[in-house]
């Protein structure tokens, strides 16, 4: 299947959102807003649940699925307050000793005038260099779209999931054509040659685990997915909570240190 | 109001994705001008009458001889600053013969199989005499010992790929092995795209050992220098424990015009600047290319940096 495909079915607006997850795996989930300094930002969601009787932090990003609701959400381009947000909750989690889950679904950081003059830049790279060391289990699943820093501003996570059909780039394949070949309608071209799907993404050894799907994606059978998901969350959290603390922060730094590919 | 929720309820019934293919389809049937030739044009025509040894600045429009502007690549007339490569301003930074070099050798594989990426890196290897986007190694500052960076912008826009990811993450290392502080000169495009999800995984590399050298109690110094944008703005470029800029410098995570499109306005001659950063409270000073040597010495000793004594 083209690559393209996958960019399709993660970006249906009926594709199953953070909080669809959230509320299904979860529960008793208590959102909490606000980055205290700006304003919450809707485009991020979080607060505190219990996976299975553990208490845990959640994130996400949050898409809308009707056009009134992705203009409430900012269609899930986070500005730098919604990272805030995060980085909040994440501080909080550290502090109650909370694993860390965070669901990722969107195109990119909101490019715009506010954004900037608020760091949109600063923001992402504040949760990078914050998640390499935060000392509790932190896994991030992309749900659907992981566009480029502003969905690894999440994922620098003890593991990194994809669901089947959901797509992870350093930009949109659009992007991608115009800017090398100065032409947005190569984008089917340029998803093959970018690797951003599930099973790339795996073989490149960028991310260990994929979720199934049903076919045609997991909006036709989001039980199916959801329940997968949250089987696996609960198992893998039990692994990575077993572990000290320094062999957690060491293997979560020998997991991104590794990545790169060049001669000397 | 009532037009619009008719219209809103209509647009619920189709999907973003329909919404995209139509807006595409219709930018596609609107006929362009072929911008790119005209740009080539232009580019032949000033080629045409400035000499091979002057450039002319883009401030003042002035011809100026390419000698004029001196070590630090100021304009003699209007004092704006040219680009620098990462040679001179190592030259302009450390001591005199202070710097030592490191991974000389490391340049980029291809982890895509991108089409001819292997052969522009080679072709602008030969160009530039660089391996790669980035100058890294260790150095004296007014005899101040540190770990330092520097960035090309002759080299693929300073983009990073695994080479610059690797390269400044060692430094990291190294200063935090050593207990010594890290200064690194941005100048980046953002991500290499040739390199795809591996360049956006460099951001998370550099970005986790400049933390360690910070738990490490260890000082970074980061230089903001033109153009500064993308993901190297949205990892190590603001993580500086002091972020200093040159003056008129561009630093940025979305592009210029990515943004006008979104927001569809025109967006104002000092976004995006070094003094707008400065205003907003993203950068701890502007500081004068000239004055640059001084005031990181003045940094470093005040952080009990160790001096190298010379026997
Ligand atoms: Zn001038």
Redesign the pocket.
């Known amino acids: 299947m083209p690559a393209y495909d996958n960019v399709r079915i993660a970006r249906k607006i009926t594709r199953p959102t953070a909080l669809d997850y959230i509320n299904h795996i979860f529960e008793d989930f208590v959102e909490l807003h606000g980055d205290r300094g700006f304003r919450d930002d809707k485009a991020v969601v979080g607060g505190i649940a219990s996976l299975n009787g553990v208490p845990v932090t959640v994130l996400g990003i949050q898409k809308g699925k009707t056009m009134e609701e992705n203009i409430e959400r900012n269609f899930g381009q986070p500005h730098p307050e919604g990272y805030r947000k995060a980085l909040r909750l994440m501080y909080q989690a550290e502090k109650f000793h909370r694993p860390i889950i965070n669901f990722i679904n969107t195109s990119g950081a909101y490019p715009g005038l506010g954004a900037e003059e608020r760091g949109q830049g600063e923001a992402i790279a504040r949760n990078l260099m914050v998640m390499a060391s935060l000392k509790v289990p932190t896994i991030s699943i992309i749900i659907g779209e992981g566009g480029s820093g502003g969905a690894l501003a999440l994922a620098v996570t003890d593991r990194v999931w994809m669901l089947e059909n959901s797509v992870y780039a350093v930009l949109s394949p659009e992007g991608f054509a115009s800017i090398l070949w100065k032409d947005a309608k190569r984008a089917e071209e340029a998803a093959d040659l970018m690797k951003i799907t599930a099973s790339d993404l795996l073989d490149m050894g960028i991310i260990e685990k994929i979720i199934k799907e049903v076919d045609g994606g997991c909006q036709n059978d989001f039980g199916f997915t959801a329940n997968l998901l949250k089987a696996k969350l609960e198992a893998e959290l039990e692994i990575l909570m077993a572990k000290d603390t320094d062999t957690l922060l060491k293997e979560r730094y020998d997991r991104f240190r590794s990545f790169g590919i060049f001669k000397e | 109001m009532k037009l619009f929720d008719n219209i809103k309820d209509n647009l619920d019934k189709i999907s973003v994705d329909t919404l995209k293919e139509r807006a595409e389809a219709i930018k596609n049937a609107i006929p362009k001008p072929s911008p790119a030739k005209n740009k080539n044009e232009n580019k032949k025509d000033k080629k045409e009458d400035i000499p091979a040894d002057s450039v002319k600045?883009p401030?003042?429009?002035?011809i100026?001889e390419k000698k004029a502007l001196g070590k630090l690549k100021i304009?003699p007339?209007?004092?704006?600053l040219f680009r620098m490569n990462a040679k001179d301003r190592i030259k302009a930074i450390a001591d005199k013969d202070s710097f030592k070099e490191m991974d000389i050798n490391m340049e980029a594989d291809n982890p895509l199989d991108f089409p001819d990426y292997s052969a522009k890196i080679k072709g602008l290897q030969e160009k530039t005499g660089l391996k790669d986007a980035v100058k890294t190694g260790i150095c004296t500052i007014g005899g101040y010992e540190c770990a330092i960076g520097v960035m090309d912008s002759g080299f693929m826009m300073g983009s990073m790929g695994s080479v610059v990811g690797e390269k400044l993450t060692r430094i990291f290392e190294y200063g935090t092995e050593h207990k010594i502080p890290v200064v690194i000169f941005t100048c980046s495009g953002g991500a290499r795209m040739q390199e795809g999800i591996v360049s956006l995984m460099q951001m998370a590399k550099v970005s986790a050992a400049a933390a360690k050298h910070s738990e490490a109690g260890q000082l970074y110094v980061t230089v903001l220098t033109d153009p500064t944008t993308g993901g190297v703005t949205a990892s190590f470029a603001m993580l500086g424990d002091i972020i200093l800029a040159e003056p008129k410098t561009l630093v940025g995570f979305a592009g210029r015009r990515v943004i006008e499109q979104t927001i569809k306005q025109k967006l104002p001659d000092e976004f995006q600047t070094s003094e707008f950063l400065l205003e907003h409270g993203f950068v701890d000073a502007i500081v004068e290319r000239e004055k640059l040597p001084d005031v990181l010495a003045t940094i470093l000793k005040l952080h009990n940096c160790k001096k190298e004594v010379e026997d």
Do not use: A, P, V
Request: with cysteine.
């Open positions: 600045c401030s003042c429009n002035k100026i304009c007339e209007c004092g704006r």
